[in-house]
């Protein structure tokens, strides 16, 4: 999923105006996930204190799985859990429901010790951050770090849920 412009800046005639934003919850709960974590998680989950340009693998066919970093969800707080399985549910909510659902499920049945939030750059909007959310079976990424066409810094956005095992039910060669 992208968006550029994320946030439209300006008057425009049609059904979208001014204020307007595009993946809006992909990004709102991730700060509130960052933002909400004690100090010494926060600390653990920043991988690097700049965003990196793109997301990983743009391009590839398929994910080279990478170790994960940051922290393990299971060793958050109830509400940052809940922040956590929030971001997952607005992901898995553009996808068809049987592969949500099955997604879900694998999501659930894996556990919260397998699963890592990691995150880089700032923490507040309209400054380049990327993150992302890596399990045993997916790996879901976000980056705003690019201007988007009138020049407007940090306001177009990449997003996406990666099959570890296969984007599109293609086997990892």
Do not use: C
């Amino acid at each position: 999923m992208a968006s550029n412009p994320a946030e439209i800046q300006s008057v425009v005639d049609g059904p979208l105006g001014k204020g307007t934003r595009v993946l809006r919850l992909e990004e709102e709960v991730a700060f509130e996930l960052i933002n909400g974590l004690s100090p010494e998680l926060q600390a653990r989950a920043i991988i690097a204190p700049e965003a990196p340009a793109e997301i990983r693998f743009v391009g590839q066919p398929h994910v080279t799985p990478t170790a994960a970093e940051g922290v393990k969800i299971s060793e958050m707080d109830e509400a940052s859990q809940a922040r956590v399985q929030r971001l997952i549910e607005v992901y898995a909510g553009t996808q068809p429901e049987p592969t949500a659902k099955q997604r879900l499920k694998e999501i659930k049945d894996a556990g919260p010790s397998t699963i890592h939030f990691a995150w880089s750059g700032a923490t507040k909007p309209q400054v380049g951050h990327y993150y992302r959310i890596q399990g045993d079976t997916f790996l879901i990424e976000f980056v705003n770090t690019q201007p988007d066409a009138e020049g407007t810094p940090a306001n177009h956005i990449h997003a996406v849920w990666r099959d570890v095992r296969g984007d599109f039910a293609l086997p990892v060669k």
